[in-house]
Structure formats: structure tokens, C-alpha cells
């Protein structure tokens, strides 16, 4: 009986290390929601919105391993500037025909396109 749950017990083991690795991508804050009792909440730019203590600062960007709600192309944005905003910078996009941002680093580059959901 021992013996059998230890077999088991190994082969589970063996079965986990053997699955693919995880992947992750990186989401930059799109919008700061605000504190709503104990959380504070923030969207980022998979449309997503994620909480965190209400003490914390929502941050620059989040890693997440889950593929965005939308895996449409959505609306593509083509790079038309930046400007420093306190301890980020604002990327600006022309979207057909309209502004649209989002906030990094301040020492993060912009990128020249952007997909906006």
C-alpha cells in the first residue's frame, strides 16, 4: 500500500516538471480606477482590471500569463509622440484619426504601434 501511493506520488511528480512552461506578457496601466474600500483598483493594457491593496500605487506594469479577453486585433495605433508625466512618461497614438495614450516608465521606450482593445 506504501509503496503504491509512493508510485503514485512520483509519477505525479514526473507528469509536472514534463508539462510546457508558462509564458507571460507584460500589460502597461492604462487607467488608475481608484481606491473602492480595501482595494485599489487599476486597468491595464489587456483590458483587464486588477486589484491590489488600497495602501499600494497601481503599478507601471503587470505580467500575466493569461491571453487578453480579446484576441482581436482591435484598433492599431501608430506612434505620434510622448511627454513626461511625473514618474512615467505618456506614449501618444493616432488611431484613425484620434489620440489615444498610454502610460509607461520613464525610461521605458514607446513603441511605434500599439493595439488598443
Keep these: 500500500m506504501r509503496r503504491s501511493i509512493l508510485m503514485i506520488l512520483a509519477a505525479a511528480s514526473v507528469?509536472?516538471?514534463?508539462?510546457?512552461?508558462?509564458?507571460?506578457?507584460?500589460?502597461?496601466?492604462?487607467?488608475?480606477?481608484?481606491?473602492?474600500?480595501?482595494?485599489?483598483?487599476?486597468?491595464?493594457?489587456?483590458?483587464?482590471?486588477?486589484?491590489?491593496?488600497?495602501?499600494?500605487?497601481?503599478p507601471l506594469q503587470v505580467s500575466d500569463d493569461a491571453p487578453p479577453p480579446?484576441?482581436?486585433?482591435?484598433?492599431?495605433?501608430?506612434?505620434?509622440?510622448?511627454?513626461?508625466?511625473?514618474?512615467?512618461?505618456?506614449c501618444v497614438y493616432n488611431v484613425m484619426g484620434t489620440k489615444e495614450a498610454i502610460r509607461i516608465s520613464s525610461v521605458g521606450l514607446c513603441p511605434q504601434t500599439y493595439n488598443f482593445q
Design 70 to 90: 480579446s484576441m482581436s486585433m482591435g484598433r492599431m495605433g501608430f506612434y505620434a509622440g510622448e511627454y513626461q508625466d511625473g514618474m512615467t512618461k505618456v
Design 15 to 58: 507528469g509536472l516538471l514534463a508539462s510546457s512552461p508558462a509564458f507571460s506578457l507584460d500589460y502597461y496601466l492604462s487607467q488608475d480606477l481608484g481606491v473602492h474600500g480595501l482595494h485599489h483598483l487599476c486597468e491595464y493594457s489587456n483590458g483587464r482590471v486588477y486589484s491590489f491593496n488600497a495602501t499600494d500605487l497601481c
